[in-house]
């Protein structure tokens, strides 16, 4: 089955602890893309990669890392969380940039 | 002013009736997208659409590029219909999101 698989689904953690999300695609798609929902701000683009060893900033970076050295896996790394990076975390692939999206089931991230 | 604008933000419906949602732009767009976002949180895309009209089953999806506008019609709304829809234009390189509209359903 085609999926994007995020983990963990939910975490609560404590700010200035490291943590990472992990996504991962089975599609072979060379485009992934990281997001952040929050409540009447929708959702904005955190990183995303055109490709393995490919990644760029999109309009909310700050505090987020990335890496893309497999095509199928696209980590969002949060070096030193703090409670303003709580949010609903989507990981997303499509097979070309502009192409139709398949998003993870979503990472509900709470930094106390 | 945001760069994408839906309307309405909040609709209610009865199981059967006609639902149209509306999505106006202010970029220059190579194509745009409709997403819908289940109440448990997952996003599923449902058109991509770059001019013209798409349909897919009770759904259909229209865009007007000059008028920098697009619609999403649901025909025969269904309680399974509930949901938050967003629309999604692409914008260069990356897709630019409203905020949604949610849509209840009730039987």
């Known amino acids: 089955e085609a999926q994007v698989t995020q983990n963990p689904r939910y975490l609560i953690t404590v700010t200035g602890k490291k943590l990472t999300v992990t996504c991962s695609q089975n599609?072979?798609?060379?485009?992934m893309s990281w997001y952040r929902q929050d409540p009447g701000l929708g959702l904005r683009q955190i990183y995303y990669?055109?490709?393995?060893?490919?990644?760029d900033k999109g309009d909310v970076p700050e505090g987020y890392k990335v890496s893309r050295k497999e095509k199928r896996n696209f980590p969002l790394i949060l070096e030193s969380p703090s409670p303003n990076q709580t949010s609903l975390y989507f990981c997303?692939?499509?097979?070309?940039?502009?192409?139709?999206?398949?998003f993870g089931d979503g990472t509900r991230l709470s930094i106390l | 002013k945001n760069e994408v604008e839906q309307s309405p933000q909040n609709l209610t419906a009865q199981e059967g009736e006609f639902i149209t949602i509306n999505c106006s732009y202010s970029?220059?767009?190579?194509?745009l997208h409709w997403l819908q976002q289940h109440p448990g949180g997952g996003i599923v895309s449902l058109f991509m659409?770059?001019?013209g009209k798409k349909k897919h089953g009770r759904l259909i999806a229209t865009i007007n590029i000059q008028e920098k506008h697009s619609s999403l019609h649901i025909t025969a709304s269904h309680p399974r219909d509930s949901a938050v829809y967003i629309c999604?234009?692409?914008?260069?390189?990356?897709?630019?999101f409203g905020t949604g509209t949610r849509l209840q359903v009730f039987p």
């Open positions: 970029v220059g767009i190579s194509a």
């Open positions: 997303a692939s499509s097979f070309a940039v502009r192409g139709p999206q398949h």
């Open positions: 990669s055109m490709n393995v060893e490919v990644t």
């Open positions: 659409l770059s001019s």
């Open positions: 599609m072979n798609h060379e485009y």
């Open positions: 999604a234009p692409f914008n260069t390189d990356k897709l630019i």
